[in-house]
């Protein structure tokens, strides 16, 4: 009678270190896709589950095969995120995370990480997500996006290509990371000391506001439009800015601040902007969304986070 062998330890340990070295890129894909740090994580756990599961003997290339599971696992998470998503109360963003320890989340290249860019990303399907941000971010040839996404090369060209072409539409070209701090200074002490003037000199003309409260009091459930509108929005309330902390934090490549209330997070704030000024405030007062940054930042400041769960 044959038995097949168990695994022994010597094999789970190098199947964990593989796991551990690729990690940061398996979640930076599926936050490319998802947009939510608390999603990506759960991809990240089952891919885990299926390494561990997997006849890795027969595993030509371990990145491949990590890198396919998580990107279709994304997909799936990202269509039914999509419905869910119907029911969201006002305006829907990306959950920040913390990249202090790591800018790029694992990425060849920093693209689709700010985000403005991820919630254009929102405007594509799951699966011209995945091509773009697997070619842009993560430098895949194009035979191995159509490998991973059991589409024809021809396909996967003409859905990145279109996929561009999308994106370059719905975004203008960014400043620099420390002019993007700078401005982003600048309309923080603007709005704290309510001068409307040098906040509307930051705007750009058809600057908007996004709140992402999912109905939480004093988030606007609507897109705020026009510079004279933002820099209102921005000063409305005295209150808001009494008695606050202000700390500046790395949040998707790129400087955000978080808003504390009584010691405690209560909001979290960024812009993008252009050479024209800031065309977007970004304002996330979802307790959920916040709370997931604060753990980002304990899972980026180690070597990736927790070991996977079972190890």
Sequence with gaps: MHFEPSPTASDLEEAVSVFVQHRARLFGIAYRILGSAVEAEDVVQEVWLRWQNADRSVVVSPVAFLSSTATRLAINVAQSARVRRETYIGPWLPEPIDTSADPEVGAQRAEALELALLLVLETLSPTERAAYVLREAFDYAYAEIAEILQL????????????????????????????????????????????????????TPDAVSLSDGNGIR??????????????????????????????????NGRTGVMIYRDGEPSTFLTIAAAKEGIYKVMWVFNPSKIAAFLDSRSRFTTALGPAPDGV
């Design 218 to 251: 004093g988030a606007a459930r609507k897109p705020v439009l026009g510079r004279a509108r933002v820099a209102n929005l921005a000063t409305a309330y005295p209150r808001f800015w009494q008695s606050v902390g202000v700390e500046l934090v790395a949040a």
């Design 152 to 203: 024809s090369l021809v396909n996967v060209r003409k859905i990145v290509s279109r996929a561009r072409k999308h994106l370059a539409d719905g975004q203008r070209e960014s400043v620099d990371t420390a002019e993007h701090r700078r401005l982003l200074n600048a309309f923080v002490s603007a709005a704290q000391t309510g001068d409307v003037a040098s906040l509307e000199a930051l705007l």
